[in-house]
């Protein structure tokens, strides 16, 4: 099949290193490995990792000054109302929105690439792939990664919310299919609209088994380079440095677990914490017992994360904890048992005691005895570590983009998916 695929969120790099960029590559990396073609637009395509098998178009969000004040004016917004960054940015995407489509359509036409569906990732203030679809003619099947409206009001700020919920609700209801990465996003689009029910499917990330059946060889390797300890057990952090992501947790838990055992913290990652992260590193006892590798390229993260003996993803207490985390499923495809908290997804990610270890949120002693008992007990790592391996065999890429398909196809000829 012939897949357009659109992402039109500008924080979402194509080439970058969040986990929605390497969603986005993935994908197409399992669609092409399915035979699948893919025409793939972009808001920014960005760099650090390498192209992803499609033909690939950047679209950057451009807009004229004479754009921005038509919309003031439709608006009825004055220039000081929209001299504030918030406001700014969202007349920016407006704009984009209301140019983007025609382009798209104008570099479908100039391919000669006719769809069969278009797969587009759910963006905010974004309403053009429910119009190119219609223009097109073909099912839309849009990716909700998030409840984007609440997490821009509560973390950036969003001005004009009305109309953002406005245009996220048509675009919901536009869509052909839903796909929701967790049951927290799944509820958020039937509270929206409970007529949408029957077309929001449950499908968290996934991951690539073979890139991520690294092997110990790797993680030796990596082991031996950055200096640790051959008798040490190392535990590991890999993903985003942000306040809900509880790194200070685990530091303060791994520098009481390092007076009493022979452990080594190996962090991956970086972001806003990063700084505070290494300022507090560099000033705890422990610290010849930490590596920060900062930034690495999603290539290299099976080695990386091979590299540990056991993975924490120390999330804080969130009541709505929407993620689909997968430097989780990651982890557990390298046969890794991972450590986090009982809290959304992981509770179906983590089978307790046979793949990883839950504890408590915020229950940072709750952490550390969990942590404690897989340091004590290597055999028991390892029984654990091929049970998470086994317990994401059927979460391949191909096995999403197969079920993606399936649900184009359906609604294309009018059957239930």
Request: glycine letters at 8%.
């Amino acid at each position: 099949m012939k897949i357009l695929y659109l992402n039109f969120d500008r924080g979402i790099p194509v080439l970058g290193d969040k986990g929605a960029s390497v969603h986005v590559r993935e994908f197409v990396r399992g669609a092409a490995a399915l035979g699948h073609e893919t025409l793939l637009v972009c808001c920014t395509l960005g760099n650090g990792n390498a192209r992803p098998p499609a033909q690939i178009t950047e679209i950057p969000l451009t807009h004229t000054a004479d754009e921005l004040f038509a919309l003031r004016q439709e608006l009825g917004l004055s220039r000081e109302e929209t001299d504030g960054t918030v406001v700014a940015r969202e007349l920016e995407r407006l704009a984009y929105d209301r140019t983007i489509g025609a382009r798209v359509l104008r570099l479908v036409e100039e391919k000669g690439f006719r769809p069969d569906f278009i797969y587009e990732r759910h963006a905010l203030f974004s309403s053009a792939g429910a119009q190119i679809a219609a223009r097109l003619g073909c099912p839309r099947v849009l990716e909700v990664n998030a409840p984007l409206a609440d997490e821009q009001k509560r973390f950036r700020g969003l001005r004009l919310e009305s109309l953002a919920r406005g245009m996220e609700a048509q675009s919901f209801r536009a869509a052909t299919a839903l796909i929701a990465v967790s049951e927290p996003v799944k509820r958020y689009i039937q509270e929206l609209d409970g007529n949408l029910a029957a077309r929001a499917h449950v499908l968290p990330n996934g991951v690539d088994l073979a890139r991520f059946d690294a092997g110990d060889a790797e993680g030796v390797r990596i082991r031996r380079e950055i200096g640790v300890d051959a008798q040490a057990v190392v535990i590991g952090f890999v993903g985003s440095f942000k306040p809900w992501h509880g790194t200070d947790v685990l530091f303060d838990v791994f520098r009481d677990l390092a007076s009493a055992h022979r452990v080594h913290l190996l962090a991956v990652g970086e972001g806003p914490e990063w700084g505070g992260f290494q300022a507090r590193v560099a000033a705890a006892p422990c610290r010849e017992s930490v590596t920060m590798a900062g930034r690495v390229p999603h290539e290299q993260i099976p080695a990386w994360t091979s590299a540990a003996d056991i993975i924490v993803a120390p999330y804080k207490r969130a009541a709505d904890f929407y993620f689909s985390p997968l430097k989780v499923i990651e982890a557990l495809a390298c046969a890794r048992p991972v450590v986090a908290p009982r809290i959304g997804q992981l509770c179906e990610l983590i089978e307790d005691g046979r793949t990883g270890l839950l504890y408590e949120p915020d229950d940072s002693q709750g952490c550390r005895r969990a942590i404690e008992m897989l340091v004590r007990e290597p055999e028991r790592r390892a029984e654990m570590g091929r049970a998470a391996r086994a317990s994401v065999a059927d979460r391949g890429w191909e096995r999403i983009v197969q079920r993606v398909v399936a649900l184009a196809d359906h609604r294309a000829i009018g059957e239930p998916a």
